[in-house]
């Protein structure tokens, strides 16, 4: 169950209502662009399939290594770190296979990682939509020549994500009878966490994907609705949106909340990639965006609130509040302690950390900084896979409003064109 | 060694000229000042006595966990990262004690940390420069009434670090004669990587804290020089500042270097706590100040790296470029590989790692997004000392570009306040 609080918005009823005229040809121009983000969700069959994998291979790995980048990585780090425990890799009793998401290249990096695997223990996921991202390929070659060299069967220690019929990973599938999965075509890359991309990982370290799913449907019904009322990711939107146009160009997201901590870096490339466009859908220079800042109740109140609080007005604030976080821990407070901190006598860190919560949203608002509350129960499956949909239905809305394609990225073109090139100049 | 590339920095020549004969009569203002941040590091006698702490508890700990939040956790956290094994608490063959830093209070991290240590055999390290900071006090009663239900002996396994003389931790640890340190008076918290804050818990897991101030001094020599040649400091704080003029509200830090993860984290709080101010020094309200983003190369170019090319033209990117990342990784290309790949022949993941660098810089640059270049041999003891004094004194001078208090942090009272007050009230 979530719920909204807009009542700091600081946006003008008025204001609000004009703008909630246009969800119904909104939702009408989503429906159109045939995007796969809300219908994947129906696709039982993969489920099924992913389900089997993990029950076929369950006790037979202790690491799973995944190969991937930017959205082939930032949904299952979210997943990982909100739904198992917060030490997961140092438990001593594990049940689960140890899980590695390798999103960079860095030498230091991937030398590391060989200190803590045993390769005959270990599988790795290679994760690329279009099957030609040259640092998940290169990651590839490297592992696979290295279980090679070590006599493992490829078909046992790499399982392939990828698009259905193209690019060079389907082809290797293809060839060597390596285990593979499906992006669908229409599902971009960071809206991909509830494809296999999120899911084979997430299954495989024991993580109920059916209720993920259950809670990003009960949100999809919001998304598809014609109440502006019921629509939160139009809501969400919509303030975005209004308040960009009042000049608040920065958008923080900050849950209060350990586990929901990589919930923030998978939102910043959802908002970054999709809505930083130079060009309207008229093809006029616009140069639009809403620059996304992850942060962390109650830590960063001890390292970014000073600015949100008295630097330039140019922020909204969402806020994400569990209800429950944890068990009950009482604050165990010394007999006869000195005055300053009476005031935390007969409480709970529970308590504490959700009046901290209150504290500086009313200051924020006090001083007349915008921020929103996004209130979950708890941080499990199903409100995960409702706060995935929310976003990612919220970022279609905000296509509309900035009238640009959400779903491209073309001011990266550039750089990987330029790569190749001083690359293979080195070649020749 | 430290050297900087301003080339597309897109401010013109003349401009940095005008602004550099700032530079002696804001020198004259920092000495006058009389913070601490770039004297402490002349104190061998406290370096000592680290030395001597971590020497006598060699091999007596399994765990190492620091009680802290802000500018007590962030420093530390960054020399964990930058300087040792990238999965360092997972090798099974450590010679030093595991380090977990819990800068936060909800009660699901304080739960988890639970289970992954042994209390007989572990140190907490609490620190709270003013003594008083509520969390970190809350996390010590917590603990502290666990080792006392197991008959721990408290001073064996607490060390505090604190003011020298005020403050509720100062009381205890004189009553109860528990080991301690001291955060000097005139160095803020999140201007104390370099006393024992972050030294303490560097040298317990092996760090060798005096290259650390080699490194440190060899900045600070830069620091207080008065030709703006050699004060790259200076140089910083002119660049962000001039930009800032020409609304660049954002810095952008991003290292292409895994290890160099969390200095970002560290730089956002040193860079939003310190200049976002609402009064400037004459007391008129200003509200200026520099929103950080954090960010990593190569992997953000696949998140952040479409906005910064296209969205707004509100950001200054600062690029951390290592000339050595780890070993030297060949890419093993198959055979006969596809020729959309070829451009990965015969090279490593040092060249890849260094030309997508060299490709994004090119292209921020062609679409008029001004970055700049911190360039470093390698990240060791010595590099990171000489960034932290980098950083440090960039922001002394920003503060005197701003003509705003950078030492103080007035914003983040009220809440403070108002977190008393909510919790005192349940009690009455």
Chains 1, 2 share one sequence.
């Not at 994907?209 to 919001?222: H, S, V």
């Not at 969402?318 to 409480?347: A, H, M, Q, R």
């Amino acid at each position: 169950m979530i719920k909204f609080d807009m009542k700091n918005s600081l946006l003008e009823k008025e204001k609000f209502k004009s703008i909630s005229k246009f969800l119904k040809s909104y939702l009408e121009n989503i429906k159109k662009q045939n995007q796969g983000f809300h219908a994947v969700i129906d696709d039982q069959k993969t489920i099924k399939s992913i389900e089997n994998f993990s029950q076929k291979f369950k006790g037979k790995f202790s690491h799973i290594v995944v190969l991937a980048i930017g959205g082939s990585a930032l949904g299952t780090i979210c997943l990982q770190q909100s739904l198992k425990h917060l030490y997961e890799n140092e438990l001593k009793s594990g049940k689960f296979p140890k899980l590695h998401v390798l999103d960079n290249i860095d030498p230091a990096l991937i030398q590391a990682i060989e200190d803590i695997i045993d390769y005959k223990k270990t599988l790795f996921i290679v994760v690329t939509k279009s099957g030609t991202t040259p640092e998940t390929l290169a990651q590839y070659f490297y592992f696979r020549s290295k279980t090679d060299a070590k006599k493992l069967d490829p078909k046992k220690h790499f399982v392939f994500i990828t698009d259905p019929k193209k690019g060079l990973l389907r082809e290797i599938a293809n060839k060597e009878k390596i285990p593979s999965f499906e992006v669908p075509e229409n599902v971009g890359g960071r809206f991909s966490v509830l494809t296999p991309v999120g899911l084979l990982p997430a299954s495989l370290i024991g993580i109920n994907i059916k209720k993920l799913i259950t809670g990003a449907k009960k949100m999809r019904q919001k998304f598809l609705s014609k109440s502006t009322e019921e629509n939160l990711p139009f809501q969400l939107a919509a303030i975005q949106y209004s308040l960009n146009k009042k000049g608040k160009t920065i958008t923080v997201l900050m849950p209060y909340s350990q586990k929901l901590i990589r919930l923030a870096d998978w939102y910043r490339q959802l908002l970054a990639e999709s809505i930083g466009k130079k060009l309207d859908n008229q093809g006029k220079a616009v140069n639009v965006g809403l620059t996304p800042v992850n942060a962390l109740g109650v830590t960063d109140q001890h390292s970014q609130l000073q600015l949100y609080n008295e630097g330039p007005n140019d922020k909204l604030i969402i806020f994400i509040e569990t209800l429950k976080n944890g068990p009950t821990l009482k604050i165990p407070l010394p007999k006869n302690s000195d005055s300053d901190i009476n005031f935390l006598k007969n409480t709970t860190f529970n308590k504490l950390f959700q009046v901290e919560k209150i504290a500086t949203e009313q200051v924020l608002t006090a001083n007349n900084r915008p921020n929103i509350t996004i209130q979950i129960d708890q941080v499990n499956e199903e409100s995960l896979g409702e706060l995935f949909m929310l976003f990612e239905g919220s970022i279609a809305f905000l296509g509309e409003f900035f009238n640009i394609n959400a779903y491209d990225q073309p001011g990266v073109e550039l750089s990987k064109v330029l790569t190749k090139k001083m690359l293979s100049a080195k070649i020749n």
